[in-house]
Every structure is written in C-alpha cells, then in structure tokens.
Nanobody, 113 residues
Framework: VRLTESGGGLVQPGGSLTLSCVVS????????MSWYRQPPGKEREFVAQISTSGTITRYGDSIKGRFVISRDNAKNTLYLQMNSLKPEDTAVYYC???????WGQGTQVTVSQ
C-alpha cells in the first residue's frame, strides 16, 4: 500500500496550488479519503474529507470556502485544490484513508512572500 502526495511548493499569499495523492495497493473507490496538515511546531489537523463517490465533502473551519477536495477513482487519485492561500496554511499536507489508517509521506506547502 502506498499513498504518494505531490504538488506542494512555495507560493505567494493569495496564490493557488493543487495537491495530488496517487494511491497504489488498493482501490481508491473503496474508502472515504481525507487530507490533513501539520503546521510547523503544531499538531496535525483535519483539512477535508470526501466520500467514496465524491458526492459528500466536509472541511475544516480554517479552510472552508478556500479549498476543494475531489477524487478521480478511475485514476486512483485524490486532489486538494487550494485557493487564496495564507501564510498560516504553511504545513506538511498528508493524504489519508481513515478506515484502514493509511497515510502518505506528506508534501510541504509554504506560503510566503
């Protein structure tokens, strides 16, 4: 089983990034999927979750209205579109399958001038 995040990087405040998480070793359509993040020096926090079909989503309060979670089950890929980024969004972002507790290795997102 492997979850591989990509798409992180350095972006200016107000900018956008799209993270991807490609899974292997299981079929993405089997599980609800989530994104979490861990800001420097802080605990890991919930960002967003999406149902198996993609029809139901929920978001953490700090990113609501700015981030969009989506999935392409045929491509075994989970996405996180991040808009209007703020310096406080700086964190390592992790892909997660909650039920079997699978985690990716994370991708760094830095929002700074």
């Amino acid at each position: 089983v492997r979850l591989t995040e990509s798409g992180g990087g350095l972006v200016q405040p107000g900018g956008s990034l799209t993270l991807s998480c490609v899974v292997s070793g299981f079929s993405l359509r089997t599980y609800h999927m989530s994104w979490y993040r861990q800001p420097p020096g802080k605990e890991r926090e919930f960002v967003a979750q999406i149902s198996t079909s993609g029809t139901i989503t929920r978001y953490g309060d700090s990113i609501k209205g700015r981030f969009v979670i989506s999935r392409d089950n045929a491509k075994n890929t989970l996405y996180l579109q991040m808009n209007s980024l703020k310096p406080e969004d700086t964190a390592v972002y992790y892909c997660n399958a909650p039920t079997p507790n699978y985690w990716g290795q994370g991708t760094q997102v830095t929002v700074s001038q």
